[in-house]
Antibody, heavy 123, light 107 residues
Framework: EVQLVESGGNLVQPGRSLRLSCVAS????????MHWVRQPPGKGLEWVSG????????GYADSVEGRFTVSRDSAKNSLYLRMSSLTNDDMAIYYC????????????????WGQGAKVTVSS | DIQMTQSPSSLSASVGDRVTITCRAS??????LNWYQQKPGKAPKLLIY???GLRSGVPSRFSGSGSGTDFTLTISSLQPEDFATYFC?????????FGGGTKVEIK
């Protein structure tokens, strides 16, 4: 069974940092692009970041560029999102998502979603 | 950034109805358009990729069409389990962007 399990969601103060992790199972991790997609409470979906299956190519939403860093570890079948300088606007459920292809852009789709990790930003 | 505009933002329909949701892109995105279904408290699910490709396991009552800037998701005969929110998403330009969602409610 294809499965994605996120961890690392937490309450964090504005301006602080947090790292999300996602462990993948049930598929050949290196063959697929991976993404982070977030959803603020009661709102729509926002793509945050994508990374190619080989870990070389990455992309970010304008709203997180320069503050967030995506990475992956093939030995651990894991995807990560390092988030810094967090603000209230970053408060959301963060989903780890498997792509349908090996490159995050263009033409990928969000195939399998994790259950989500909740990030709360508050002093 | 490419803006994706869905309409309507919500609709009420009955079981058995034919339902159509539209998605318009602010620039041509060829056929790089995907559709997702989300139920309350759950992660979204991919329904349709590349405009009209039905994801494995998705019922055939779901279909997609369009090209360029105008796209459509159709549910041919609405079932009780289809009451949910639907999102379109373009993958032609970076950053990847979603529509605002269409909530399908029971009439």
């Amino acid at each position: 069974e294809v499965q994605l399990v996120e961890s690392g969601g937490n309450l964090v103060q504005p301006g602080r940092s947090l790292r999300l992790s996602c462990v993948a199972s049930g598929f050949t991790f290196d063959d697929y692009a991976m993404h982070w997609v977030r959803q603020p409470p009661g709102k729509g979906l926002e793509w945050v970041s994508g990374i190619n299956g080989n870990g070389v190519g990455v992309g970010y939403a304008d709203s997180v560029e320069g503050r967030f860093t995506v990475s992956r570890d093939s030995a651990k079948n894991s995807l990560y999102l390092r988030m810094s300088s967090l603000t209230n606007d970053d408060m959301a459920i963060y989903y780890c998502v498997k792509g349908v292809g090996s490159t995050w852009y263009p033409d990928d789709a969000f195939d399998i979603w994790g259950q989500g990790a909740k990030v709360t930003v508050s002093s | 950034d490419i803006q994706m505009t869905q309409s309507p933002s919500s609709l009420s329909a009955s079981v058995g109805d034919r339902v159509t949701i539209t998605c318009r892109a602010s620039d041509s995105i060829s056929n790089s358009l995907n559709w997702y279904q989300q139920k309350p408290g759950k992660a979204p699910k991919l329904l349709i990729y590349a405009t009209s490709g039905l994801r494995s396991g998705v019922p055939s009552r779901f279909s997609g069409s369009g090209s360029g800037t105008d796209f459509t998701l159709t549910i041919s005969s609405l079932q009780p389990e289809d009451f949910a929110t639907y999102f379109c998403q373009q993958s032609y330009f970076t950053p990847l962007t979603f529509g605002g969602g269409t909530k399908v409610e029971i009439k």
